[in-house]
């Protein structure tokens, strides 16, 4: 019997270190033919584990970017990122994505696997890719939408300061300056616009980029208004006063739609809030009338 359990514990043995020499072959074919892309890896990150990472990382996006919605989701990615004023690329952010969620599906799947069988393999797949896919990507939207409406709620005020400055005598780029002194998001855009202004971009160029990052369409018809001006000689102050007339017109028939849509969508929870209300106050006269027998 002890020679037959070391029999045993010996065939494991070479069976497992048979799978690791295997393994250690095809990570280094791997790596050999991706050698030019692992230097270049090895030089922008600090550790080889990073490295490891960053390699992974590209590998699985390589994978799955001919796929319609991995196309649909780094477009997507590509427009929030510049609406949340987050730095990067498109692309590493939706491969750190997959990853992370490759690696969630991995341990979900092991531990629910354990836990509760089969199902608990498909449920920890399915929370990995739902991280990959819906989750880490609503978060990325959300950001980006809260604060385009921020900077949405400053162009008044940017506006009104323009036209200040260029009363007293100053220029649209004075201007634009005086905007950029302040910490808001409006801000932040307007001192992105300026510095692609002095590595020589055309200030027609950044503003309309910085339009097309905030992904707003009232900032875009105001820049393209600037713009215009520019182009024709009009004078600045009276494009930036229309531009803020129209806008505080459009922003008063948005609340006045607001207004008008609020009933119609207070009609269900109006009508939950009452039910509620209801069964408080009905609801221990029935169960007296059940405890007595009545029903």
Request: aromatic share 6%; net charge negative.
């Amino acid at each position: 019997m002890p020679l037959e359990l070391a029999l045993a514990f010996g065939m494991a043995f070479i069976a497992a270190f048979g799978v690791v020499v295997v393994f250690a072959m095809a990570v280094n074919d791997f790596l050999r033919i991706r050698d030019r892309q692992w230097a270049m890896l090895r030089a922008t990150n600090d550790s080889t584990l990073d490295t490891v990472n960053a390699l992974m990382r590209d590998v699985l996006y390589e994978g799955t970017a001919h796929y319609a919605f991995i196309e649909r989701l780094t477009k997507n990615v590509r427009v929030n990122l510049g609406r949340a004023g987050l730095p990067g690329n498109a692309r590493d952010w939706v491969s750190g994505a997959l990853y992370e969620g490759l690696l969630a599906a991995i341990v979900l799947s092991v531990v629910l696997g354990l836990l509760i069988g089969l199902g608990g393999v498909i449920l920890g797949v399915a929370a990995g890719a739902g991280w990959a896919l819906w989750i880490k990507p609503s978060m990325l939207d959300a950001d980006g939408e809260q604060r385009s409406r921020i900077v949405y709620r400053r162009i008044p005020y940017a506006l009104d300061l323009s036209v200040l400055v260029l009363e007293t005598g100053g220029t649209l780029r004075e201007g634009l300056e005086e905007i950029a002194q302040h910490d808001d998001p409006m801000a932040e855009e307007i001192r992105v616009a300026l510095k692609e202004i002095d590595s020589g971009s055309t200030q027609a160029a950044a503003l309309k980029g910085m339009a097309r990052r905030v992904g707003l369409e009232s900032l875009e018809t105001i820049v393209l208004a600037i713009n215009r001006g520019e182009e024709t000689g009009a004078p600045m102050v009276n494009t930036l006063v229309m531009q803020a007339e129209m806008f505080r017109e459009r922003r008063l028939q948005e609340v006045e739609k607001l207004a008008v849509e609020a009933p119609a969508k207070m009609t269900f929870p109006n009508m939950m809030i009452m039910f509620a209300v209801l069964l408080l106050i009905v609801g221990p006269l029935i169960i007296q009338l059940t405890d007595s027998g009545m029903f």
